[in-house]
């Protein structure tokens, strides 16, 4: 059964979905943390309120959010043919990967910060914070633990996108799994990919557990 595995073909496809997950990863961030933090300050009675804002962002993350992403993959292949130049290929699938992934980040930022007691913030106001200062002292630091925990399940549902965007062209484990073992009937190559899958997942988990750990204090 072993001797059907294609263990070059292997090593690149699991670069490859390092490679995609962890672009998509950096800027889910990028973009999802300031995102959440304005879904909050612009809410009724927080520190920037603007219902217009806070109600036309919220309406355009959900529509992120609901379109399922093997559409949002299709839909968004004019824009990787324009941001990258081509629609295949583990860079062009970063750009479907962000797009589905910054607005799911955005809104666990937005959960963890809400958690925050009101009180420490209207304590900050007290003492002459500006909105900026608040933002970067006291809001951030303060749930930083739950972001980086969301950053994680972030980051662990890229790996199951990866696969999907694979399959139309993206590269990686998936396209490895569907093309050359699904397609090929070569079942010790779907078993290989789906066996990484499983452990680059595991990993991510255990490391994104340990830093949440060490950064709560509470």
Not at 119 to 126: D, F, S
Not at 150 to 177: E, H, P, Q, R, W
Request: hydrophobic letters at 55%.
């Amino acid at each position: 059964m072993f001797d059907q595995l294609d263990t070059t073909l292997l090593w690149q496809a699991t670069g490859e979905t390092l490679y995609m997950v962890a672009i998509s990863t950096f800027f889910a961030a990028l973009i999802g943390i300031p995102l959440g933090v304005l879904l909050v300050i612009t809410d009724k009675g927080h520190l920037w309120e603007n219902v217009v804002i806070q109600r036309v962002l919220g309406l355009i993350i959900n529509v992120f959010r609901a379109v399922p992403f093997i559409v949002l993959v299709l839909f968004l292949f004019p824009l990787s043919q324009l941001l990258v130049g081509t629609t295949l290929g583990p860079t062009a699938a970063t750009i479907p990967l962000i797009a589905g992934a910054a607005p799911f980040y955005a809104r666990m930022v937005e959960t963890a910060i809400r958690e925050i007691d009101r009180g420490v913030i209207e304590a900050a106001k007290a003492m002459g914070a500006t909105r900026m200062q608040i933002i970067r002292k006291v809001l951030l630091p303060e749930a930083k633990p739950a972001i980086v925990s969301g950053l994680t399940v972030t980051c662990v549902a890229l790996v199951g996108y990866s696969a999907f965007a694979g399959i139309v062209g993206g590269g990686g484990l998936g396209d490895a799994a569907y093309r050359f073992g699904f397609q090929s009937f070569n079942s010790s190559m779907m078993y290989a990919c789906g066996l990484i899958l499983v452990i680059m997942v595991q990993i991510i988990q255990a490391i994104g557990d340990f830093i949440a750990r060490k950064l709560d204090k509470r």
